[in-house]
Nanobody, 121 residues
Framework: QVQLVESGGGLVQAGGSLRLSCAAS????????MGWYRQAPGKQRELVAY???????NYADSVKGRFTISRDNAKNTVYLQMNSLKPEDTAVYYC???????????????WGKGTLVTVSS
């Protein structure tokens, strides 16, 4: 069993900042890539950012220069620091983590339940 617990969402004014966290727990042998996705009302889920096990990062063009993804391997946690937030960043944010469990040969993708970020204008 693997669980992902997200935190840090909320209501913020445009131009403000939030930091999201996603902690993985359970039968974990190794964590590979970790990422954040978001889904706005009426839109498809989209990739926001991801970070590899070697800490290489990639960002959606819409958040480059404003968001920073990082990870703490000792805590099995991925973070998303969001600065200069815009109303169009309003969405439910989901973490997605590729985890290799003890006894498995390939990693599997796990999703968090999501945390709502609302940016008011």
């Amino acid at each position: 069993q693997v669980q992902l617990v997200e935190s840090g969402g909320g209501l913020v004014q445009a131009g403000g900042s939030l930091r999201l966290s996603c902690a993985a727990s359970g039968s974990i042998f190794r964590i590979n890539a970790m990422g954040w996705y978001r889904q706005a009302p009426g839109k498809q889920r989209e990739l926001v950012a991801y970070i590899t096990s070697g800490s290489s990062t990639n960002y959606a063009d819409s958040v480059k220069g404003r968001f920073t993804i990082s990870r703490d391997n000792a805590k099995n946690t991925v973070y998303l620091q969001m600065n200069s937030l815009k109303p169009e960043d309003t969405a439910v944010y989901y973490c997605n983590v590729n985890i290799l469990r003890a006894g498995d040969y390939v990693g599997m993708n796990y999703w968090g339940k999501g945390t709502l970020v609302t940016v008011s204008s």
